[in-house]
């Protein structure tokens, strides 16, 4: 399909086209109408979206919103979960009204790591910790004390992160918390809403091998791994795969909301198991990203890749559908920007993304690299202001302007893509083209331009709302409604618009690789090594 030109940008060109229709799996005739209900939990915000499946297309109907973050205490940053039950629960009552009492069922996703501990009496025994809390400092080395670093990995293949699961019950371990002494139940957090929709104890898969605490190539928790790290064993229940659906709607929550007949499905429970479940992809080998507050950049394989090749470059394997394996890394994405925004905000120059994107473009190009994984990025905190002293400690020109320190983060983002594109390249001994991105950074163009420039390979853009489509054709495989991955893809093809952005290279974007990685390979980043 020969996608027309609509407009030029610099060196590059952009075109929208509508997927190609057609070419749908056979006996995949949709004549009944079914509305599923998304329930999307993100790190900055939730909503719920319905889903309607007719005639071999899907729309989608955003019905609440509301925002989400941490909460601090006086013994660290948490999660409002029952702030996001009370927003879920409104969801539910305002999509079975708008949809007359029609919905036929309802999956949850979250993102990855976070947890909670229930009592023997399934009761929430404290308010779940939030992945940036400080607690997890040092735990990396309190680990590798107690376990070999490349044993954790090869039991585990997860890559090394501070936020992961595994490193946050250590915390707990270390400091000898008393909700071990009571614990009976260890749950992520879409497990414990799943678990409050439907009164089931689940450990759905894709979610559960974020945690580090998995192994997969015994498909079941790395026992050897928890033991070593002190780490209560008995708290970890069997593992439900994604697709299937678990239970009713509980009666007295469908009386409260007024959705009666629902059924409750887990799909890709991880927000990027779900995403990726709806890349339009015609072809095997491709890569994707998730573009949001993080990146997540990988391939989809049949196998995990657990070798020590993945070990050193401190890649992941984490739990796809259909007995795929998502081989990825984490970035540090939006993230950079999106404090920049709070930064700025707090000083009382409250600007749009749209505004923060136009700054950035019509910024120098080139001025200065950060590695976005470097520590410092870490945090909650002024981000502008450890940019620029990044740039300066590593004796480079120094951003002033708002458009400067953005472009410089989002150059750099683009930058460290290329890096774990050139690695997923050398782990599978494969070419990936296109890069597929997906999810709510698709809005920002002039990154997904960097990407193209940056990597020098076609980006092709959407749909936006991939993790709540995910999420939603789930359900439909858990229903029985549709029957395989190809399927849902080619509703995602005949359903949504995409964007194409193609490459310009340029020899700067080289010479800032080059001095990218130089500085990756001196940074004390955020990878555990």
């Excluded at 973050?69 to 029952?82: A, E, F, I, N, Q």
């Excluded at 890559?159 to 915390?171: D, S, V």
Aim: with cysteine; proline share 5%.
């Amino acid at each position: 399909m020969v996608c027309p030109s609509l407009y030029a940008r610099g060196r590059s060109t952009h075109c929208l086209a509508k997927m190609a229709q057609g070419n749908l799996p056979f006996g995949l005739a949709m004549t009944t109408t079914r509305n599923y209900l998304a329930v999307d939990l993100g790190a900055e915000s939730g909503r719920t979206i319905v889903g309607t499946l007719e005639n071999e297309h899907l729309t989608l109907s955003e019905t609440h919103r509301f925002a989400n973050g941490p909460v601090r205490l006086s013994d660290g940053l948490h999660w409002d979960v029952l702030g996001l039950w009370s927003e879920i629960k409104a969801g539910i009552g305002t999509s079975s009204t708008k949809f007359n009492n029609k919905l036929d069922s309802i999956g949850l996703d979250t993102w990855g790591v976070d947890f909670a501990l229930l009592d023997r009496n399934g009761s929430l025994l404290s308010n779940p910790f939030h992945y940036r809390d400080d607690r997890t400092d040092g735990m990396l080395d309190e680990a590798f004390k107690r376990m070999p670093r490349s044993d954790i990995f090869f039991n585990t293949g997860i890559q090394f992160m501070q936020i992961n699961t595994l490193y946050q019950l250590l915390a707990m371990s270390v400091q000898n918390s008393p909700l071990f002494d009571v614990a009976k139940t260890f749950l992520t957090i879409p497990d414990l809403f799943n678990y409050w929709l439907s009164g089931e104890i689940t450990n759905e898969f894709t979610n559960s091998t974020t945690t580090q605490c998995f192994d997969p190539n015994k498909r079941d928790w790395a026992l050897p791994v928890l033991k070593a790290l002190n780490i209560p064993t008995y708290l970890f229940g069997p593992v439900t795969d994604s697709g299937k659906m678990i239970g009713p709607f509980l009666p007295r929550l469908a009386e409260e909301t007024g959705a009666s007949g629902v059924r409750i499905v887990v799909p890709a429970c991880h927000d990027t198991g779900s995403a990726v479940v709806a890349v339009p992809a015609k072809n095997q080998d491709f890569a994707w990203i998730s573009s949001g507050t993080w990146s997540i950049m990988g391939a989809e394989v049949r196998e995990a890749c657990v070798d020590e090749k993945a070990l050193a470059y401190n890649f992941t394997n984490e739990g796809g559908v259909f007995g795929t394996w998502r081989l990825s890394k984490n970035i540090m994405g939006l993230w950079l920007v999106q404090e920049c925004k709070r930064t700025w905000a707090h000083e009382g120059n409250d600007l749009s993304y749209d505004e923060i994107t136009r700054l950035a473009s019509q910024a120098k190009p080139f001025l200065a690299v950060i590695d976005p994984d470097d520590n410092k990025f870490f945090h909650p905190g002024n981000m502008p202001e450890r940019i620029r002293k990044y740039c300066a400690d590593t004796n480079q020109l120094v951003p002033h302007t708002k458009g400067e320190v953005v472009r410089v983060a989002l150059e750099s983002i683009a930058l460290k893509y290329r890096w774990v594109l050139e690695r997923l390249e050398e782990l599978t001994s494969k070419k990936f083209a296109p890069i597929h991105i997906i999810g709510g950074g698709t809005k920002n163009r002039l990154l997904n331009q960097f990407t193209a420039d940056a990597a020098n390979r076609v980006v092709v853009t959407g749909p936006v709302e991939a993790t709540a489509i995910g999420n939603v054709l789930m359900q439909a495989i858990g229903l029985g409604h549709l029957g395989s991955l190809p399927d849902v893809r080619a509703v995602v093809r005949a359903s949504f618009e995409v964007e194409e952005y193609h490459p310009a290279p340029h020899d700067d974007w080289d010479e800032a690789y080059q001095k990218q990685l130089k500085l990756t390979q001196s940074s004390s980043s955020n990878e555990g090594r």
